[in-house]
C-alpha cells in the first residue's frame, strides 16, 4: 500500500534562500509525483508532475526531482519569496490509480 | 486558462440533511475526482468517474455517497443525510487522462462542508 511522507512539516527559511522539500513514498512502482501547492483555506494548485520516466521537471524557480530507486522526490524553490509562503503537498497515485497524498510541507518566507 | 470550478465555496447544513455539491471541470477532460480534505488532515480520495460511470473509490464513499454528470458539464457529489464527520473540504479535479498514465490532475477552489 502506497504511504507517502513529507518531512519537514514546517520550514522558515528569509526571502532569497534556495530551499528543499522532501517527499517519500513506499512503492517503488509509483507511475507519476504530482506536487501542489496548496494558500490557506485555498484550492490545491499544480505545480509540476513528474512521469516515473522522468527524472525532473521544471517550471521557473521550481524543480522538482523523482528518485524511483530510493523512493524520493525532492522539490527545490530557487530564490525564495514571500510570495512563496504556502503548503507544498505531494502526490502519486496507487496501484487503484488513487492520489496518495503526503501530510504537507508548511513554508514561510521571511522578508 | 481553463479551470476546474466548484459551487458554492461555503455550505452550512444541519445534520441529516443532504447536500449536492457541485462541479465544472475543464471541458475536454475526460475522467473526473472527489477528494476531501477534513481540516488538519490529509487529502483523501473519494471517487473517480469515467464515461458516465464510477471507475474507482475509496472505502470513505459508501452508499452515503454518490456522483452524477447530469448534463454534459457538471459533475455532482451528494451527501445524503449529512453526519458531523463530514464536515471537510471537498475537491473536485479532472484530467485529461488517468493518473496511471500521463493524468495531471486540476483542482478546483473547494467546497467548505460545514455540519452542525
Known amino acids: 500500500k502506497q504511504e507517502v511522507t513529507q518531512i519537514p512539516a514546517a520550514l522558515s527559511v528569509p526571502e532569497g534562500e534556495n530551499l528543499v522539500l522532501n517527499c517519500s513514498f513506499t512503492d517503488s512502482a509509483i507511475y507519476n509525483l504530482q506536487w501542489f501547492r496548496q494558500d490557506p483555506g485555498k484550492g490545491l494548485t499544480s505545480l509540476l508532475l513528474?512521469?516515473?520516466s522522468q527524472r525532473e521537471q521544471t517550471s521557473g524557480r521550481l524543480n522538482a526531482s523523482l528518485d524511483k530507486s530510493s523512493g524520493r522526490s525532492t522539490l527545490y524553490i530557487a530564490a525564495s519569496q514571500p510570495g512563496d509562503s504556502a503548503t507544498y503537498l505531494c502526490?502519486?497515485?496507487?496501484?487503484?490509480?488513487?492520489?496518495?497524498w503526503g501530510a504537507g510541507t508548511k513554508l514561510i518566507i521571511k522578508p | 486558462e481553463p479551470e476546474v470550478t466548484q459551487t458554492p465555496s461555503h455550505q452550512v447544513t444541519q445534520m441529516g440533511q443532504e447536500v449536492i455539491l457541485r462541479c465544472v471541470p475543464i471541458?475536454?477532460?475526460?475522467?473526473f475526482y472527489w477528494y476531501r480534505q477534513i481540516l488538519g488532515q490529509k487529502v483523501e480520495f473519494l471517487v473517480s468517474f469515467y464515461n458516465n460511470e464510477i471507475s474507482e473509490k475509496s472505502e470513505i464513499f459508501d452508499d452515503q455517497f454518490s456522483v452524477e454528470r447530469p448534463d454534459g458539464s457538471n459533475f455532482t457529489l451528494k451527501i445524503r443525510s449529512t453526519k458531523l464527520e463530514d464536515s471537510a473540504m471537498y475537491f473536485c479535479?479532472?484530467?485529461?487522462?488517468?493518473?496511471?498514465?500521463?493524468?495531471?490532475?486540476?483542482f478546483g477552489e473547494g467546497s467548505r462542508l460545514t455540519v452542525l
Open positions: 479535479a479532472s484530467s485529461g487522462t488517468h493518473t496511471r498514465r500521463t493524468g495531471e490532475l486540476f
Open positions: 502526490a502519486g497515485p496507487d496501484s487503484n490509480y488513487q492520489l496518495i
Open positions: 471541458s475536454n477532460h475526460l475522467y
Open positions: 513528474i512521469q516515473s
